[in-house]
């Protein structure tokens, strides 16, 4: 018998279970069409080596404290000269994740008569910063870059005298489609406001060497880019790229930046490696668009579903419970394919959320595709 102190929880558990959103952890097994390893690094021999290197020199696990206190290791420093060098920025400091990283960034950068105009579909740690932040917040359609544009010319014919913050992500993470970043850095242009990309699904597979999407655009005075290190990069934390004030203005501000225990020296020993794989190992990015070719063609001509040419493919099913069986049947057959429920995804949208890494092969993907095949036929009936 649950505890009086408890029902409430128990009631909203059990309202989940009956709309087939209840979550529950589940163990990593069978061939991989879950995970954002996408470049294979997490358990990479070079990789291994470097953490292994790493040890032996002295790098230790914990960093004993926030960075501005005695957490401030060299492993963290040299991550961030190393990572403002690749990126091709003047200022990265080093999160450990990517939730930290926008949470420290929309809470504190934009200021009290600013406006930040956000995509619909940005990432939860997004919306946790906006909703933290003194500037005020509106969310516009879907990659519509005129939906950005009339929602800050609304906001300043109504008096709005700050600065505008449009924030988007470059490739997005349930959808694997892509922002039309060339035109929303001309809209922010225009109203003198800045542009925040999250380039987190972009990183280490997009741009010149792997540096993501918006490459072309790094360096400029009103950009701030968030690149985390748990996807492509194989590793754990987050590098947010800024102008060089920005940076400093955040580790005097950014409360998820102070009062935070520094990230791990021996995982930004890592992250270190791997930016270095990323940009002397292009094999890797060649060989997931080949990957990615052979799965969107096969997708196309066999499912009917237009390929949207990234590494992330979502399938439609609509309803919960019956995207919950199929993953399911998926998963007893040996291949890691999970269901995407609301509210991670609008209501009516469950899918599944396949996802294409150097960890399978052509032939693993052929043979899930036939499971797949199979698995919807015996829905049908």
Same mark, same amino acid.
């Given at each position: ?113 600013? @406006?930040? +105009?956000?995509? %619909? &579909?940005?990432?939860?740690? *997004?919306?946790? #910063? ?5 500037? /005020? ?95 492509? @990069?194989? +590793?754990?934390? %987050? &590098?947010?790229?800024?102008? *060089?004030?920005? #940076? ?5 501000? /950014? ?127």
């Amino acid at each position: 018998m649950t505890a009086p102190m408890l029902t409430s929880y128990e009631a909203t558990l059990c309202g989940l279970q009956r709309k087939a959103r209840l979550r529950r952890l589940s163990p990593q097994q069978g061939v991989d069409f879950t995970s954002n390893d996408f470049l294979a690094l997490a358990s990479a021999p070079r990789m291994k080596q470097a953490i292994t290197a790493a040890i032996q020199r002295g790098v230790p696990l914990g960093a004993g404290g926030s960075r501005l206190l005695r957490g401030n290791h060299p492993e963290h420093e040299a991550l961030e000269a190393e990572a403002a060098t690749f990126f091709g920025v003047d200022r990265v400091l080093y999160f450990g994740s990517g939730y930290a990283a926008n949470s420290a960034l929309f809470s504190t950068l934009p200021q009290r008569d600013d @406006l930040i +105009v956000y995509d %619909a &579909l940005i990432h939860a740690s *997004a919306h946790e #910063g906006i909703a933290a932040s003194k500037a /005020a917040g509106v969310s516009v359609e879907h990659n519509n870059a005129n939906a950005f544009d009339d929602a800050i010319r609304h906001w300043r014919k109504n008096g709005g005298k700050g600065r505008p913050w449009i924030a988007v992500e470059s490739l997005y993470s349930m959808d694997g489609d892509k922002s039309p970043l060339g035109e929303l850095v001309t809209i922010a242009d225009r109203h003198e406001g800045f542009l925040v990309i999250d380039e987190a699904h972009a990183t280490g597979i997009y741009g010149a060497h792997g540096r993501g999407l918006a490459s072309e655009l790094e360096g400029r005075e009103n950009l701030v880019t968030l690149h985390t290190c748990g996807k492509a @990069l194989g +590793v754990s934390g %987050a &590098l947010l790229a800024v102008p *060089a004030l920005l #940076g400093d203005y955040l580790v005097n501000r /950014a409360r998820a930046f102070i009062y935070s225990t520094a990230p791990s020296p021996l995982i930004a020993a890592g992250v270190r490696e791997a930016l270095r794989v990323v940009d002397e190992e292009p094999f890797r990015r060649e060989a997931l668009g080949q990957l990615v070719a052979v799965a969107g063609g096969q997708l196309e001509a066999r499912f009917g579903i237009k390929p949207n040419g990234s590494q992330i493919q979502p399938i439609l099913i609509g309803d919960n419970a019956r995207a919950v069986g199929i993953a399911k049947i998926l998963q007893d057959e040996g291949f890691d394919i999970r269901a995407i429920r609301p509210p991670t995804v609008p209501e009516g949208t469950a899918r599944l959320r396949l996802s294409i890494t150097l960890n399978v092969d052509q032939l693993q993907i052929g043979r899930m595709l036939d499971c797949l095949a199979a698995t919807l036929e015996e829905f049908r009936r």
